[in-house]
């Protein structure tokens, strides 16, 4: 069995690698969300199932563009209905669930 030594200089390599590969990392540019998504990409977007979505859009929750026989969803869009329909957290203290015994 063979023993391999590290040395300082190794190390010192490895780590001005690590650096310069994690420095790439950060300032590349962020991949852009697509702007149009298929009924498809929204239901695993979503976690929902194709019932679900279908009443999104009959209610009025969701605007879509229909090309085709293709229903497409403006991601803008529905980061909008998400934040529209957000019901924000009141915890209260005197709920049983919440107290710590």
């Known amino acids: 069995m063979a023993i391999e030594v590290i040395t300082r200089e190794d190390l010192n390599e490895f780590r001005t690698l690590l650096l310069s590969d994690l420095n790439a990392m950060f300032n590349s540019k962020p991949q852009q969300q697509k ?3 298929k009924s498809t ?5 979503l976690n929902i199932s194709p019932g679900t979505l279908q009443n999104l859009r009959i209610n009025g929750v969701l605007s879509y563009t229909k090309v085709g026989g293709i229903i497409f969803y403006a ?3 529905l980061q ?4 529209t329909n957000k019901v ?4 209260n203290l005197f709920n049983p669930k919440w107290l710590v015994r």
Do not use: I
């Not at 990409?41 to 977007?45: I, S």
């Not at 909008?80 to 934040?83: C, F, H, M, S």
């Open 80 to 83: 909008k209905a998400l934040e």
């Open 35 to 37: 702007q149009w998504l």
């Open 75 to 77: 991601y803008a869009d």
């Open 88 to 91: 924000e957290a009141t915890p």
């Open 41 to 45: 990409e929204v239901r695993k977007l």
